[in-house]
Structures are given as C-alpha cells and as structure tokens.
T-cell receptor
C-alpha cells in the first residue's frame, strides 16, 4: 500500500517560473491537504479539499492554486515562483475530519526558488 | 484550537524510556490530543492520539492528566531511530477540525 505519494522529491525553480507539485493517495480518502514547512518551523496549511471538486484556502494560500478533479489526486500549482516559496511541501490525506481521525503524510517535495 | 507548549529539546539514553511532556491548558472537552513525529525532514508520522483515557499502541503510550491540561508521550525503550521532532497537537472540533496545527515541537535526541 503506497499511501500518499508526492512527486518530484526535489526541484529548483527560477523566479517567475511555474510548476505543479503532484500528490496522489490510494487509500480512498476524501480529505486532502497541502502544507509547507520552512526551515526550523512547524507546518502551515496552504489549501485543503473535502472531496472531488471542492477546495478551500488554509492559512497561507497566496501564490498557490489547487484542483481536485479525482478523489486520488490533489495537485498544487505555483504560477509565478518567488524566493519566499522556497520550502518543503507536504501533502496529506485523511478518511474523515472528525477529531478522532489521523492524517497520513507524503514524504515531501523540497523546492528551492532562485 | 487549543495551543500547546512543549520543551524545545530533550535528550534520552538509548534503551531508556523517553517521556515527552506537553501542556495544553486551554483544551476543550471534545478536543483530542495527537502526537506526530518528523524524522529528519521526512513527512510527519502519526504516533498516537487520545481524548481522556490513557492510550497505548505498538509505538508509544499517551498519558493524559485527569484535568486534561497536560499530557506525556512515552517511548518505552528509545532507540537511535527515535531521534526526531515530536509534535503535540490539539485537534480542533467544529469548523476547524480539518486542520492539524503544528508548532515547533520537541527535538528528541537519543544518545548511544
């Protein structure tokens, strides 16, 4: 069982370039999330989705876009990369959002914008 | 969501029990306490969670005080591979329960 899979693992972008971070899960989870983690800091929620076709903003959505066309996939799009978006990005999923349900995380995408 | 307070870092000898404290004095009655860990920038890994009663699984034990204002994660026999940042999180209810709010956590270093 693969769980949550993120690609690529590493990427270097130039300022102004765009890219899509891919995330897929094979656990049939309805809920998916994108977090970013800056060096020495905790994780901050960028966007989340409660099911196919439904997305909403988290704490730090500026500069990002998401889509959820299928239950399995939740890609994160950076349109105009900026140095402030240098970070490690984690995708996560959960079956429900009740307080009694754990989330499962991918291994992360390390992005550097130069 | 209730905020949590954890020590910045702790050390533990290999083979000994690691006891990681967490204060969550503003926790409300229907909020769960979760623990995750993150090993060297890998994705966070779920460890355990609980509401009122003490919990135990194959990884750890969670002891929650009777007033629920604090908790302790116990790794009974720490190994070098348990060196990681451990996050104590209070899981919100209602409109915010989709979110896990990660602080800076406790860096646990297990020494040989």
């Amino acid at each position: 069982n693969a769980g949550v899979t993120q690609t690529p693992k590493f990427r270097i972008l130039k300022i102004g370039q765009s890219m899509t971070l891919q995330c897929t899960q094979d656990m049939n989870h309805n809920y998916m999330y994108w977090y970013r983690q800056d060096p020495g800091m905790g994780l901050k929620l960028i966007y989340y989705s409660v099911g196919a076709g439904i997305t909403d903003k988290g704490e730090v959505p500026n500069g990002y876009n998401v889509s959820r066309s299928t239950t399995e996939d939740f890609p994160l799009r950076l349109e105009l990369a900026a140095p402030s978006q240098t970070s490690v990005y984690f995708c996560a999923s959960s079956y429900r959002v009740t307080p009694n349900t754990e989330a499962f995380f991918g291994q992360g995408t390390r992005l550097t914008v130069v | 969501d209730a905020k949590t307070t954890q020590p910045t870092s702790m050390d533990c000898a290999e083979g000994r029990a690691a006891n990681l404290p967490c204060n969550h004095s503003t926790i409300s009655g229907n909020e769960y306490v979760y623990w995750y860990r993150q090993i060297h920038s890998q994705g966070p890994q779920y460890i355990i969670h609980g509401l009122k009663n003490n919990e135990t699984n194959e990884m750890a034990s969670l002891i929650i005080t009777e007033d629920r204002k604090s908790s302790t994660l116990i790794l009974p026999h720490a190994t070098l591979r348990d060196t990681a940042v451990y996050y104590c999180i209070v899981r919100g209810s209602g409109g915010s329960n989709y979110k896990l709010t990660f602080g800076k956590g406790t860096l646990l270093t297990v020494n040989p």
